[in-house]
């Protein structure tokens, strides 16, 4: 599945496009595929009313605005719950995605011969 990024170009509210701009750089950081929807664009009103319908506003009532993050067609929430999942280091368990496997670590051997030059020239300068 793609992880569905739905925003509005469309705002003049600063938080949302902090929100926005926010999430996009993480996903990139992470190399996490994604698709963006903005549901200010007249061609995605499927889109917008999909994503309406299966997100949940902070209040109820109220309509649920962007930034909303689905996998898929599965909701994982809204921008305080991606924040919440970045802190808590859960990030791709919030995507629903598989962790990605950490980076294999060396395990060369390092054999340190001969003193450091700092060492030497403090050895040199107590001889002095």
């Known amino acids: 599945m793609v992880i569905k990024v739905y925003l509005s170009s469309v705002s003049s509210n600063t938080y949302m496009k902090k929100s926005q701009s926010s999430i996009i750089?993480?996903?990139?950081?992470?190399?996490?595929?994604y698709e963006l929807i903005d549901i200010a664009d007249p061609t995605n009103e499927e889109q917008k009313k999909f994503m309406r319908a299966n997100s949940k506003p902070k209040e109820e009532g109220k309509v649920p605005l962007p930034p909303q993050v689905f996998n898929g067609d599965?909701?994982?929430?809204?921008?305080?719950?991606?924040?919440?999942?970045?802190?808590?280091n859960t990030l791709f368990e919030f995507l629903k995605l598989e962790s990605p496997s950490?980076?294999?670590v060396s395990k060369a051997k390092v054999t340190v011969t001969g003193a450091h030059r700092s060492e030497e020239a403090e050895t040199a300068?107590?001889?002095q």
Request: hydrophobic residues 30%; negative net charge; contains cysteine.
């Open 102 to 104: 950490p980076k294999e």
């Open 25 to 33: 750089d993480i996903l990139d950081m992470h190399k996490v595929n």
């Open 74 to 88: 599965d909701y994982c929430g809204d921008y305080e719950a991606f924040e919440n999942a970045l802190e808590q």
């Open 125 to 127: 300068g107590d001889a």
